[in-house]
């Protein structure tokens, strides 16, 4: 239990959506499989939350950058239907 503070600091901007999803993937089956103490439950129960947030900023971050990616070429006109050779006719 001595890593708790070092796994809290991964966990808070340095893992990978990947990393964090598995490492969330593994704290709930063991969290489901039981035979923890209480205490140990606790602490996977707050270790999994702290996941679950990483895994959240990621996705958010995903989705915004595709939301701006769908809205960035319809408004440059750089997909050629809209911009001066469209106004010209």
């Not at 809205?71 to 750089?78: F, M, N």
């Amino acid at each position: 239990m001595t890593d708790d503070g070092t796994t809290a600091a991964a966990a808070t901007g340095t893992l990978g959506y990947e990393q964090a999803r598995d490492e969330l993937i593994e704290v709930v089956r063991r969290l489901e499989a039981g035979g923890t103490s209480l205490e140990e439950s606790l602490a996977l129960w707050e270790r999994g939350e702290e996941l679950a947030k990483v895994c959240r900023h990621w996705l958010e971050g995903a989705r915004a950058r595709l939301d701006a990616a769908l809205a960035g070429p319809a408004g440059s006109g750089t997909d050629g239907a809209e911009g001066p050779a469209a106004d010209a006719g």
